[in-house]
């Protein structure tokens, strides 16, 4: 008897060799098998007519075999059949097709999917033939005036088809596993089920239910199968299913699979039926549930207590340069809320570019050193993390310490600081001499230690890695230990900081265990940021613009793609190669996975052309110097500089004594020159939609009105990508991060956009975070609730069995949960 743990092998029709090849590609037991979803529909009970057929259009037609040709041409041999459906037809067009010459014959019914194309001879005939469809799909559905003679007839006609993206393999006798295949697997595996099911039903019920059906007698159709209700493969409550609505969850995968007459084509390929519905519940509540467990045992860990009295605030006021937002006063009201807490916090600090993220970040430190604690500031980029000491310097470079009566003392660690020097530091942070230490992941070598450390700062978070993350908060300074007094510093306290504004509920799937605060208010006084684009055709006019702001007292930064040289074989973005500036493994390989599905896209077209030739940093800082920017102090900065190269060119610039900072995009981040106000950015078509954000955030922190040029390059072939085109547009469109990130989002989809690895979050079977937000809300508030309080009318079997399937499901696809 078939069950959902069964190997496929031991399925009709599949055996050992399909068996083999479908294990292969993950689907190894009926339960992955049912779970290989159609990825399109086809409606074959209501076909479209021939009248409402759009040219450009995919297309699924239906329709009798009217005639077919074998063309030989001079490029080879062309099989044309000619499709009819009434008075109208189509012409379906394959090139080589000599392989299809016997395959149709006049009268045959077919269903053909494709593109349709206006054809133009059809309009010099005159004839109805106004569609052609170049190598569509097809499948031959009944022979002339014959009834459709197999038992499968009815899951190819008369309704709507599921179509299935192939699992390659073949037939013992050498025959692809076709959609058809796959249908009929899948149709026989429901009904086996259904015995299965009937079976227990009966075992437990005493009613017998299927001796109505006769052997060989016409299989009815599925929707009267009760055995697939059965509770044996029920995994959500039904008192949970009934409340939301839901389908158990073997009849959702029988509507998935053959969705009943009616069903409406757009939601079934939206994946919004109730079954898909039901299905994506399933999965994104047990992700939740996981992740709200894992909140719930963070919760529990001891961290420290931070006390907040009068010494505290007064430490905090009198570092403040300026009178907060009131969006800065209520994320950090929320962060120390955490922090007065006995548990270890865990919050994700929200804020588009410039919104003031480092002041609170700073506040909080204080918290944590008022209290005797030290406190780490992480930065993705040595820039970004030596421009977060000089300010640090800055800002608490007078202020004395309540507690202590003494200034702060801080200290920077990166990975570049010569030997003895970093030996040095290392050795006062161990002692404790130090009690703000800012650093890049310099902070997380083995030799750095803290003596008490008591929170982790993580700016520009989306650079880093998760596991990078909790690589520092494990440093063995900060583990209990026996000659701690208990209960004094634990865990320490995180708060992790982004850019990348994103919706809450995602935020909290894609950082788990997360808390979230949003600064979702700008600090006054800023004027929007002008942005243009323009091509580099028209690049003088661009220096010439360049030269009038510098004449007016400002800076400009002017960023390309690659740091030297004029190939593509260069990283595009150079911190993904460069060690020190590399924002460890995560992002490196997040940025390399771009790069090169890039190339792979573009490289059948760009084959035929040469490489690309790209402006380079280095390259245009010599011809701007004595070309089209002679005369101004220009400065240049990337990573392949040493750290003491960049600090000074950095320094120099924060300073006014450079007018323009030829760069790459290591100033992607966090660097902050209030004087500067104009950013160019060249090649623009290569930058993604994050990065010119961030990139344009450069700009516009001061009171002067501030310009970004996105300029583009003219790439072999002459044009942009359409996708880079709506990136362009959209930058100009809106300076709101928040809706830059939609668009981002859309374009690279979750997996990309955070990329996979940094998330640790599964491959989903059905859900897609993205068209499925609204279902995650969903699965969120009643995961939530279902670890919060038991529902009455869930028995305690029920809950025990969520549970049990939650530790299989995560150790098994996850892999996420601690044992
Ligand atoms: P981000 O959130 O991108 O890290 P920053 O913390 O670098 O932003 O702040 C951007 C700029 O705005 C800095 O120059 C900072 O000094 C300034 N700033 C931050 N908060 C305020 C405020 N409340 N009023 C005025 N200026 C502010
Ligand atoms: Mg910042």
Same mark, same amino acid.
């Not at 005036?145 to 499968?152: I, L, Q, R, S, T």
């Not at 005493?206 to 109505?212: G, I, P, S």
């Not at 450069?698 to 009171?703: D, K, L």
């Given at each position: 008897m078939l069950e959902l743990s069964t190997p496929v092998k031991f399925i009709k029709r599949i055996g050992e060799r399909i068996g083999e090849s479908l294990a292969a590609r993950g689907v190894e037991t009926v339960e992955d098998l049912l779970y290989h979803l159609p990825f399109r529909y086809e409606d074959r009970l209501n076909p479209q007519p021939m009248s409402e057929l759009v040219a450009g259009t995919m297309a699924s037609i239906l329709g009798e075999v009217r005639g077919s040709v074998l063309l030989r041409t001079r490029s080879g041999t062309i099989f044309e059949m000619t499709l009819g459906q009434g008075l109208g037809t189509v012409k379906c067009i394959w090139f080589h097709?000599?392989?299809?010459?016997?395959?149709f014959k006049a009268g045959q019914m077919v269903a053909v999917y494709g593109k349709l194309e206006a054809s133009r001879s059809a309009l010099a005939s005159g004839n109805l033939t106004r569609f052609k469809m170049i190598q569509p799909q097809f499948e031959i559905l009944a022979e002339p005036?014959?009834?459709?003679?197999?038992?499968?007839a009815m899951l190819e006609m008369g309704r709507i088809v599921p179509v299935y993206e192939s699992l390659g393999g073949t037939t013992p006798w050498g025959a692809k596993l076709t959609s058809r295949w796959m249908r009929r697997v899948i149709w026989s595996v429901l009904e086996e089920l259904n015995k299965t099911g009937q079976f227990s039903e009966a075992d437990s019920s005493?009613?017998?239910?299927?001796?109505?059906q006769k052997p060989?007698? %016409? #299989? %009815?159709?599925?929707?009267?199968?009760?055995?697939?209700?059965?509770?044996?493969?029920?995994?959500? =409550?039904p008192a949970l299913l009934a409340r939301l609505n839901l389908p158990s969850r073997m009849a959702a995968l029988r509507a998935v699979h053959f969705p009943e007459a009616g069903t409406p084509l757009a939601e079934l390929v939206a994946a919004a039926t109730p079954a898909h519905r039901r299905l994506i519940f399933e999965e994104l509540f047990y992700l939740e549930l996981g992740l709200e467990l894992k909140r719930r045992r963070m919760r529990e860990r001891a961290g420290t207590a931070f006390a907040t009295g009068p010494a505290v605030r007064e430490a905090l006021k009198q570092v403040l340069p300026f009178h907060p937002t009131a969006a800065q006063k209520r994320v950090l009201g929320e962060i120390v809320a955490d922090m007065r807490r006995p548990q270890p916090m865990r919050r994700l600090l929200q804020g588009d570019v410039?919104?003031?993220k480092t002041i609170v970040a700073m506040q909080a430190a204080l918290v944590a050193i008022e209290n005797g604690a030290q406190a780490a500031l992480m930065a993705p980029t040595e820039i970004l993390a030596t421009q977060h000491y000089l300010s640090a310097r800055k800002l608490l470079g007078k202020a004395i310490s309540p507690r202590t009566g003494k200034p702060y003392r801080i200290a920077l660690l990166t990975g570049s600081l010569d030997p003895a020097t970093k030996r040095q530091t290392q050795g006062r942070v161990m002692r404790g001499e130090a009690e703000l230490v800012i650093g890049t992941?310099?902070? #997380?070598?083995?030799?750095? #230690?803290?003596?008490?450390?008591g929170l982790v700062i993580i700016d520009e #978070?989306?650079?880093?890695g998760v596991g990078q993350r909790f690589k520092l908060m494990r440093k063995p300074g900060s583990e209990p230990h026996e000659?701690? %007094?208990?209960?004094?510093?634990t865990d320490p306290d995180l708060l992790a900081m982004t850019a990348?504004?994103? =919706?809450r509920t995602l935020a909290l799937t894609i950082y788990g265990d997360l808390d979230v605060s949003v600064i979702d208010e700008m600090p006054p006084g800023r004027t929007p940021i002008v942005t243009r684009r323009t091509t580099e055709e028209r690049a003088q006019e661009v220096w010439e613009f360049v030269r009038k702001q510098v004449a007016q007292g400002r800076q400009a930064y002017l960023v390309y793609p690659?740091?030297?040289?004029?190939?593509?074989?260069? %990283?595009?973005?150079?911190f993904a190669h460069d060690a020190e500036e590399q924002a460890g493994e995560s992002a490196g390989q997040q940025v390399s996975k771009t790069a090169g599905k890039r190339t792979k896209n573009s490289s059948k077209t760009e084959k035929l052309f040469e490489r690309p030739k790209l402006r380079s940093a280095t390259d245009m800082y010599e011809d701007l110097r004595t070309?089209?920017?002679?005369?101004l102090r220009l400065g240049l900065l990337h990573g392949r500089l040493s750290a003491d190269e960049k600090e000074v060119t950095m320094a120099r610039f924060h300073r006014g004594d450079i007018d323009v900072l030829v760069s790459t995009?290591?100033?992607?981040?966090?660097?902050?020159?209030?004087?500067?106000?104009v950013m160019v950015i060249d090649?623009?078509?290569?930058?993604g939609l994050a990065q010119m954000h961030q990139l344009r955030g450069?700009?516009?922190?001061?009171?002067a009105k501030s310009y970004c040029i996105l300029m583009t390059g003219i790439p072999p072939g002459g044009k942009i990508t359409e996708q880079a085109d709506a990136r362009l547009n959209a930058m100009v469109a809106t300076q709101n991060g928040f809706e830059l990130a939609e668009l981002d989002l859309a374009q690279r989809g979750p997996g990309e956009f955070f990329g996979t690895r940094q998330t640790g979050l599964p491959e989903f079977r059905v859900a897609n975070l993205l068209r499925d937000r609204a279902v995650l809300e969903l699965a969120k508030a009643e995961a939530e609730r279902f670890a919060a309080r038991p529902d009455p009318a869930v028995t305690k079997q029920e809950r025990d069995a969520v549970w049990e399937r939650l530790k299989q499901q995560w150790q098994r696809r996850y892999g996420l949960m601690e044992a």
């Open positions: 097709g000599t392989y299809l010459k016997d395959r005036g014959k009834a459709p003679d197999n038992e499968f005493t009613a017998l239910r299927n001796d109505k060989g007698a %016409p #299989q %009815p159709a599925l929707s009267s199968s009760k055995g697939l209700d059965s509770e044996m493969w029920e995994t959500l =409550p410039g919104s003031g992941h310099a902070l #997380q070598e083995d030799k750095a #230690q803290f003596s008490n450390l #978070q989306h650079r880093f000659g701690r %007094p208990a209960g004094v510093v990348t504004p994103i =919706p690659i740091i030297e040289g004029a190939n593509d074989d260069q %990283p595009e973005f150079d070309g089209a920017l002679k005369g995009t290591v100033i992607e981040v966090g660097v902050d020159v209030a004087n500067a106000s090649h623009a078509e290569r930058f450069r700009v516009g922190r001061g009171a």
